[in-house]
């Protein structure tokens, strides 16, 4: 099938998703626990998503570059992969999946998508969007349910060319062995451990919002939560007490009452791992913050805490999935900037400033080493445009937009003889004696 058609079952899939939007943000939201705003805005992010490969599956273009040798021609050809293996993790049940299946798609490959068990009944509803539009081609989405073992399985595979996973790093770290003891492909996108600088002429109303949303937002489980904020010393009293009572003010309930900013943890899990990296703060005589569950007995449901500190501690080199904030004052930028970088993660940064000179050293070589890296906005809330993932331990993977399609394709170098001659390449002389 050619591109562009294969395009249009894209275009219509999106089309399938406007006309559910409601329904599927609704079972994300019952699944995932976030906010109904984020339910609805994670489907409209699948959404998109069909906008741009449907684009896309015009634009798969190959270079044509100019031969060394007289009526040569070099051409690079890019082909399907095959079959993509695809893993999901809870907190993006849909979107994750939308950015591979698209751009997998229109390059003309099929998915084996195995959901997290959390979220089953998104993956479910998802492909029973599918078939609603796929015609004859239903099996191009085919959904494997299951634990680890199934997860396993699809990086055992040989038939699967390549392997896309999104989770924990101690899950990437576990899963990729596997696939490349068959010399197979991986795009990965593990945990982050995200930080943000605050730099003294930062304007404070919008660095407080952008932190609040990025730490507390989803409950502090997005790979791309700000979980350390290095606050420069003239500033950090205000900026600390500002975060304070954002966090004070949330509103923590129902994911589906629209007044409702923070929903539920996952799971009791990710409960006692919260307090069990608090108590350990704790035992450190640090200054701990909120962190308290709330009675309700439709959820674990957690005030968001901060821990203040004057020492990049060992707790803050791990990612907690939950509303943890540790805060620690600097002098330096380049000291924030090198304790930032100083993490096994590297996925999303932020700084917040208004000082040009340090805005651009932040975006530079010696800079942040994050695959994302912004200027007064939050460590969260990325466009699809652009194409996200992280370096170190977040595994180098990208997704979603830009140039992302690659990753899904295989290419082909062509060289074209148009003459009858056949000169070698680099003056090579192998006549004929």
Sequence with gaps: MPAPARG?????FGEA???????????????AKKIISEGEGEVQEVIDMCDFATGLSRQLYGLTMPSERPNHRLQEIWQPLGVVGCVTAFNF????????????????????????????????????IWDSIADDHKDLVLVSLGGNDAAISLAEDEGIALFSATGSCEMGKALAPIVAKRLGRNLLELGGNNAAIVCPSADLDL?????????????????????????????????????????????????????????????????????????????????VTGGERLPNDNGVFVTPAMVETNEHIE????????????????????????LQNSV???????????????????????????????????????EIGGAFGGEKDTGGGRESGSD????????????????SDLPLAQGVEFDDK
């Design 8 to 12: 249009e079952y894209i275009r219509k």
């Design 404 to 419: 992302s399609w690659k990753a899904y394709m295989r290419r082909t170098t062509a060289t074209i003889n148009y003459g």
């Design 207 to 287: 660095t407080t919002k952008a932190i609040t949303f990025s730490a507390a937002g989803t409950t502090g489980q997005r790979c791309t939560t700000l979980r350390r904020l290095f606050v420069h010393e003239d500033v950090y009293d205000e900026v600390t007490s500002r975060v304070k009572s954002a966090f004070e003010g949330l509103v923590i309930g129902d994911p589906m009452d629209r007044a409702t900013q923070v929903g539920p943890l996952i799971s009791e899990q990710s409960y006692d791992a919260m307090q069990t990296k608090l108590e350990s703060c704790k035992s450190k005589s640090l200054k």
């Design 344 to 382: 096994k993660q590297g996925l999303s940064s932020s700084i917040f400033t208004n000082d040009v000179r340090e805005s651009e050293l932040f975006l530079s070589a010696e800079g942040s080493d994050c695959g994302i890296a912004n200027v007064n906005i939050g460590t969260s809330g990325a």
């Design 17 to 31: 998703l406007r006309a559910r939007k409601e329904e599927v943000a609704q079972q994300i939201t019952t699944e």
């Design 93 to 128: 049940p849909v979107a994750v999946f939308g950015w591979n299946f698209c751009l997998a798609a229109v390059c003309g490959n099929s998915i084996i998508w195995k959901p997290s068990p959390h979220s089953e009944g998104c993956a479910n509803l998802v492909k029973e």
């Design 315 to 338: 707790e803050m080199n791990d990612e907690t999935f939950a509303p943890i904030l540790y805060v620690m004052p600097y002098k330096n930028l380049t000291d924030a900037i090198a």
